[in-house]
T-cell receptor, first 114, second 115 residues
């Protein structure tokens, strides 16, 4: 069965520092992978997704993620954190199990310090 | 255009009462999903509707939970005989089709508190 593990329920970085949010997945078939973001008091929205094209995926607000099959990872990065990046980030995997179901990780809350 | 809407935005109920949560998906979206978001638990898949196919109910935690989708559009999630552990934010999402790479568009959620 597919699953998603996000390492670190909370991550704190200084403004301008590198953001790295870790995500590992488990799937017996090629997955589709997503990062969603939930800003305070807002609904979830798509940040980026991997759909078996380029392994390095670029998303909104300067975020990107790299699909590494050998490591079963899809870590999210941003070179320079901004205060507005403070939010909760969810990694998700979708696989065909006779119909597509999306499994979300537990989420990582990103804090950005001035 | 209009996004996914959910009502009510907040619901407080007493233990043992039934509640109904409503989701209006984006017009034309054939897939609709319900999730539960508990503090520190991430998003828990509940149920998935795709067009006229039988829904995937594999995530419903107990037989107190049920959902229907009328006319391929509006969906209602019903929780019978609510328990305190049902307190959570219930999120609805829709997507244009059934394919795994589809982006899901989320509503603002219904915050349920069972006293």
């Amino acid at each position: 069965a597919q699953s998603v593990t996000q390492l670190g329920s909370h991550v704190s970085v200084s403004e301008g520092a590198l953001v790295l949010l870790r995500c590992n997945y488990s799937s017996s078939v090629p997955p589709y992978l997503f990062w969603y973001v939930q800003y305070p008091n807002q609904g979830l929205q798509l940040l980026l997704k991997y759909t078996s094209a380029a392994t390095l995926v670029k998303g909104i607000n300067g975020f990107e993620a790299e699909f590494k099959k050998s490591e079963t990872s899809f870590h999210l990065t941003k070179p320079s954190a901004h205060m507005s990046d403070a939010a909760e980030y969810f990694c998700a995997v979708s696989v065909n199990t006779g119909g597509f179901k999306t499994i979300f990780g537990a989420g990582t809350r990103l804090f950005v310090k001035a | 255009g209009a996004g996914v809407s959910q009502s009510p935005s907040n619901k407080v109920t007493e233990k043992g009462k039934d509640v109904e949560l409503r989701c209006d998906p984006i017009s034309g979206h054939t897939a609709l999903y319900w999730y539960r978001q508990s503090l520190g638990q991430g998003l828990e898949f509940l149920i998935y509707f795709q067009g006229n196919s039988a829904p995937d109910k594999s995530g419903l935690p107990s037989d107190r939970f049920s959902a229907e989708r009328t006319g391929g559009s509006v969906s209602t999630l019903t929780i019978q005989r609510t328990q305190q552990e049902d307190s959570a934010v219930y999120l609805c999402a829709s997507s244009p089709g059934q394919y795994g790479q589809e982006t899901q568009y989320f509503g603002p959620g219904t915050r349920l508190l069972v006293l």
